[in-house]
Structure formats: C-alpha cells, structure tokens
C-alpha cells in the first residue's frame, strides 16, 4: 500500500461545559490511503462534525496524532497549519456559506485569490471548476439566482479550486432534496474520479453511504 495520505492514531477529543466533561472521541484510529473515498455515518451528536473539524485542522484534538500528507499537522505553529489546510484541504458544509454580493465566478475563486494567485489566473481555475460541476452557464449568477443544488456545486467548485488533495464534506446533502442531493453525490464521484482527490463524506443517508467503496461509522467515539 502507498504511503497513506491520513493517519490518525489515538485521537481523544473532550468538550467541557462548566465542571462536566463530555468525552466525544475515545481514541480513533484510521489510516485512509489516496484516493479513497469514503463516508462517515452515525447518528446525531455522536461527533462526526468533531471529527471532521479536526481532520481538516479547524479544530485541535486533545490528545492523540493526526498526519495528513506526512505531515504532523497539529505540531506545527497556527499560522503554518493555516496555510497547511488552504493548500491541502477543501470544505464542503451543510449550508454553503457563499457570499451574496459575488457571483457564482467570484466565490468559487475566493480561495485562490486568498492564497494570493494573480486574479487572472484565480478565474480562470474558478471558471474551469465551474464547468467541471456543470455550471458553465451560471458564472454570473449570485447566490440568490441560484438554485439550491446549484448553490451547493459552487461550494464545490469553490472547494476544489486550488487542488486540494483532501475533500471533507459534512452533510452536503443536508438541505437539498433526495434527486438534488443525489446529483451533488454523483459530482462527488465524479470528482473523486476525475481528479484523484481524496474524499470524505459525512452524510445522515445510510443509502448514499453505502454506495462508497468504504463507509465508516462513528459510535462510542470510536470508528467501526
Ligand atoms: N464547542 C463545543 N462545546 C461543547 N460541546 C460540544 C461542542 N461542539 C460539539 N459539542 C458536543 O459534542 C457532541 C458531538 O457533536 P457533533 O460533532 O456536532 O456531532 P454530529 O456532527 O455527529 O451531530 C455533541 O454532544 C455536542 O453537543
Ligand atoms: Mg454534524
């Protein structure tokens, strides 16, 4: 097997509120090789947003190790584990968190332009990955002159824009209806395919989860 592109060993992860501890993750391990693609199911408040977050570096562990492309991220200073994850991995949320006065364009190249790529260049990538999710057609178009399917494919392309070679997407489909969140799969796949990106896929459908090559689930903080 290739080096593998993820490798967690004896992730805890602990919330207190007050004088009381809540012990979400119990010592995870997992090990995810290139390419794979997988989904995580589990029944609400079990921790996969807590888990997801932490493998996308949004939020720290307790304890326990998380190597993303060899890298021990959570060793590094804030800052490096910024530019770390704006490089490296691309989010998809449940709500796509677009900005309303951009278009479609303008948004799906937000990330690119952050990571400071001549805005040229920044478009055309967001442009590119626009067609990619279907949406050659709608560059222009706001938010609000968006469909929710389609809202949410610009998250996607906006997700994907500098390469990432992680895809974390929690609950993606949360929001849209069955045919809409069917499609956003499909383009999952796709993308999985086409670009050899890494991908996982939080999602509460226990029928879309299966149809992943692996499916995980989370419960008792430990991954099965
Ligand atoms: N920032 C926080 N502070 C305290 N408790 C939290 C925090 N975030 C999540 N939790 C708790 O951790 C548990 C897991 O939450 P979450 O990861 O969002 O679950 P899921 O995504 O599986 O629904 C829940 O019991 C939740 O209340
Ligand atoms: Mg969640």
Redesign the pocket.
């Known amino acids: 097997m290739s080096e593998p592109l993820i490798q967690i060993r004896g992730l805890h992860k602990s919330?207190?509120?007050g004088d009381k501890r809540?012990d979400?993750l119990r010592g995870v391990d997992l090990d995810v090789a290139p390419g794979e693609m997988l989904s995580l199911i589990?029944?609400?408040?079990?921790?996969?947003?807590?888990?997801l977050?932490i493998l996308g570096t949004l939020d720290a562990p307790s304890a326990g190790q998380v190597r993303i492309a060899g890298e021990d991220v959570f060793s590094r200073e804030p800052a490096e584990i910024a530019d770390f994850r704006n490089r490296t991995i691309g989010f998809v949320f449940q709500s796509h968190y677009l900005l309303p006065e951009f278009t479609a364009l303008q948004n799906a190249a937000m990330p690119a332009l952050v990571q400071r790529l001549p805005r040229a260049e920044a478009e055309a990538r967001a442009r590119a990955m626009l067609e990619a999710v279907g949406l050659g057609e709608r560059l222009d178009h706001k938010p609000g002159e968006l469909s929710g399917g389609e809202q949410q494919r610009v998250a996607l392309a906006r997700a994907l824009v500098l390469h990432p070679r992680l895809l974390l997407a929690?609950e993606p489909t949360g929001n849209l209806d069955p045919a809409t969140g069917e499609g956003i799969h499909q383009l999952l796949f796709e993308m999985n395919r086409r670009l050899g990106i890494t991908a996982l896929v939080?999602t509460h459908n226990e029928q879309l989860a299966a149809r992943m090559p692996r499916c995980l689930r989370?419960s008792n903080g430990l991954l099965q």
């Open positions: 919330y207190f509120m809540i979400v589990g029944a609400s408040g079990v921790g996969k947003s807590t888990f977050h929690d939080v989370l």
